[in-house]
Every structure is written in structure tokens, then in C-alpha cells.
């Protein structure tokens, strides 16, 4: 009975991974840290996920579309009657308010070699291995305002906001739709936070705002060492002068009274 139950534990387990895996999902913490962003979304690519789906003889991409999760369920559609995908842009759907708009094409990923994750760790490698297993939504800032730029504009997401992501297996030869994955679970881009909210506890500061704060501390102390040294000497001078220039009164004084009593003495 035990056995059973541990069978249908791993069955559920496994269809889930199954559900999971046709969808757009969020890269891993290890490889993108600090996802989302304000205006980017970092995704993993679709290893493994149209396999099924692809002929030998046949050359195919991958289509990346995104939408607001607030957009219509009835204009989330991605092709058009004869199948084919649309090239909506985010112009034309402002931003994905009005319906999915195309972000991005790549080559379909290969799940028979794989990125080595262990490569990760080496820095000749990790940038080489995030490249081929993420994509990250909202990574372009120029595409919009270059009017040379001819290919799929990616711009920045909007802060605060939930967007939903999908993945379309074309073929590019015919270009039609071959397979395509569900839409993601909505994806929250981060809060822009107000500068009287922002937390200045220095236990939430990074290491570069501490080394700075520490280095200021340093020159505003040397700048205040350095003005009461100033001050000090200045004192110290105008003190010396004002006993000189008491000393020569003291002299030219006793020069005159000596002078003056020599004549009378010589009267006498």
C-alpha cells in the first residue's frame, strides 16, 4: 500500500515538472540574481520543451511573446486564421496593453548539449553559459528611438507590473506556427521605491556606498584637522607679533628716558 503511494507521489511529481516545463519560467536565483528587475525579466530558455514537435529535415525558431497581464484573454491569441505567427510590436500593442507583442527570435536551444551549468563558476565561461541558457526580456533601450534599427525591438518593461511571456516554435521556411508553449504564471517587474522610503540602515547599504561614506568621513576629518591648524597658527602668530612689537615699545621707551635724563645730568 506504502508502495503505491510513494509510485503516485512520483507520477504527480513527474506531471507537474511536465506542466511546469510548458511554460516560460524564471531563471534560476544562481544565474540571475536580482530578477526581475525595475525593466527586465530574465527567463530560461526553452531546452527540451519541442523536441517532439521538430523535423529533421527542417529548419524552425523561437518566437518570445509578451503581453500585460491586464490584456484581453481574447487578444492573447499569437497567429492569425492561416497560422501564421504575428508580428505585433510594442508600438502597435502600447507595450503589450493591447495584446502580446513579439520581443524576441532565437534559435531553438538543443537539448541534446546543453549549457554545463558547472561552467558558471569559471569567468571565461558564465557569460558564454548565460547567454545560451537566459533570455532577458526588457534588455534593449535603444531599439525604440533608432529608426536604422530593423530588427525585433526588446525595450524596457514597465516597473511594477505583471506580464505574462510566451514561447512559439516556427517554422521558417514556411512560417507557420508549429507548436507553442502556454502563457507563463504573471511576472512582476520590481517597485520603484520613494527616497523617503528607501531604508538607510547601514546593514542595508552595499559594500560601495560603505567604502564611499567611509572615505568622506576620512576627508571631512582631515579637512577640520587641517582648519583648526590653520586657526591655531594664525593665533599663535598674531600672539608672537603682539609680544615683539610690546618688546620694541618697551626698548624705544627706556631709549627716550635714558636720552632725555643725560642732558640733565650733564647741567648739573
Not at 523617503?196 to 546593514?203: A, N, Q, S, Y
Amino acid at each position: 500500500m506504502c508502495s503505491r503511494w510513494i509510485v503516485l507521489a512520483f507520477c504527480c511529481m513527474g506531471q507537474l515538472c511536465a506542466d511546469q516545463s510548458l511554460k516560460p519560467q524564471l531563471a534560476a536565483p544562481q544565474l540571475a540574481t536580482n530578477n526581475p528587475t525595475l525593466t527586465t525579466v530574465s527567463l530560461e530558455k526553452p531546452f527540451c520543451v519541442f523536441d517532439s514537435s521538430l523535423h529533421p529535415n527542417k529548419s524552425y525558431v523561437i518566437y518570445l511573446y509578451a503581453m500585460k497581464e491586464l490584456a484581453s484573454v481574447i487578444s492573447s491569441l499569437v497567429t492569425d486564421n492561416s497560422n501564421k505567427p504575428l508580428g505585433s510590436t510594442f508600438q502597435q500593442t502600447s507595450g503589450g496593453e493591447l495584446g502580446p507583442y513579439k520581443a524576441a527570435m532565437f534559435n531553438v536551444p538543443s537539448c541534446a548539449s546543453p549549457p554545463n551549468l558547472a561552467d558558471v563558476g569559471d569567468v571565461n565561461k558564465v557569460s558564454n553559459v548565460l547567454k545560451q541558457y537566459l533570455f532577458r526580456v526588457g534588455d534593449d533601450g535603444t531599439c525604440l528611438y533608432d529608426p536604422n534599427f530593423l530588427d525585433v525591438c526588446n525595450p524596457p518593461l514597465a516597473p511594477d507590473t505583471a506580464y505574462r511571456f510566451k514561447y512559439v516554435l516556427v517554422d521558417s521556411t514556411e512560417g507557420i506556427m508549429k507548436d507553442q508553449s502556454l502563457w507563463s504564471d504573471p511576472i512582476k517587474t520590481r517597485k520603484i521605491k520613494l527616497p523617503l522610503k528607501i531604508d538607510t540602515w547601514p546593514g542595508r547599504r552595499s559594500g560601495g556606498m560603505i567604502v564611499i561614506t567611509s572615505i568622506l568621513s576620512v576627508l571631512i576629518f582631515l579637512l577640520l584637522v587641517g582648519l583648526l591648524a590653520a586657526v591655531s597658527f594664525a593665533v599663535s602668530s598674531a600672539v608672537i607679533k603682539s609680544e615683539d612689537s610690546s618688546a620694541e615699545t618697551r626698548h624705544m621707551s627706556q631709549t627716550s628716558q635714558q636720552s632725555e635724563l643725560r642732558p640733565r645730568l650733564s647741567s648739573e
